[in-house]
Nanobody
Framework: QVQLVESGGGLVQAGGSLRLSCAAS????????MGWFRQAPGKEREFVAA????????YYADSVKGRFTISRDNAKNTVYLQMNSLKPEDTAVYYC?????????????????WGQGTQVTVSS
């Protein structure tokens, strides 16, 4: 069982930056692939970024590539999402998610554990 708690959301102006954190419980955090997803009002949850257990592999949605960076610190059981050059269309609730292994599948249904989400609002 893995428990995930996101933090770091807030209100920011367009062009600004935020860093989201996701703290995980459990002694085997480094074995879990992690992902960030987001869900805007009235829209389906969408993939944002993923990272393998040791951090060697990362993958991004086209909409955030070059602006967002996913990273992890396995000593702290934490995964991060650095978000730069934010746009109003990035406004959403952001969720972190975990699954036992990295397999190149970025569908939300492929992840087993989810956090409660943190709101990110980008004003124009």
């Amino acid at each position: 069982q893995v428990q995930l708690v996101e933090s770091g959301g807030g209100l920011v102006q367009a062009g600004g930056s935020l860093r989201l954190s996701c703290a995980a419980s459990g002694r085997t955090f480094s074995s879990y692939a992690m992902g960030w997803f987001r869900q805007a009002p009235g829209k389906e949850r969408e993939f944002v970024a993923a990272i393998s257990g040791r951090g060697a592999i990362t993958y991004y949605a086209d909409s955030v590539k070059g602006r967002f960076t996913i990273s992890r610190d396995n000593a702290k059981n934490t995964v991060y999402l650095q978000m730069n050059s934010l746009k109003p269309e990035d406004t959403a609730v952001y969720y972190c998610a975990a699954k036992p292994y990295y397999n190149g599948n970025y569908a939300a249904g492929d992840y087993d554990y989810w956090g409660q989400g943190t709101q990110v609002t980008v004003s124009s």
